[in-house]
């Protein structure tokens, strides 16, 4: 089992930036693939970004390429989602995932952590 709990969330405006970061327990951290899911009020949870075991691949929604980066610290069983130039419309609840596999389909992980508000203000 893996347990995950996302920090970092809160109030910004518009244009500024965040950075969320996802602790993760257990010693089989560097084993998973790590992704970052979000959900708005009245919306299905959408994946985010998405980054393999040693971080030579990742994947990013259209709606955040370019302005949002993800990354890991494999000796410090962290991943952390960068997040630049904010929009309103990236106002969500953000949750951190993980599984085994790079390889799937985008929404099945199998441990999630209880997320963190964010909130852009325009």
Known sequence: QV?????????????????????????TFSSYTMGW????????REIV??????????Y??????????IFRDNAK?????QMNRLKPEDTAVYYCAARENWIGPPDEYD???QGTQVTVSS
């Open 60 to 69: 990013f929604a259209g709606s955040v390429r370019g302005r949002f980066t």
């Open 3 to 27: 347990q995950l709990v996302e920090s970092g969330g809160g109030l910004v405006q518009a244009g500024g930036s965040l950075r969320l970061s996802c602790a993760a327990s257990g010693r």
């Open 37 to 44: 899911f979000r959900q708005a009020p009245g919306k299905d």
């Open 77 to 81: 069983n962290r991943v952390f989602l």
């Open 111 to 113: 441990y999630w952590g």
């Open 49 to 58: 970004a998405a980054i393999n075991r040693n971080g030579l691949n990742t």
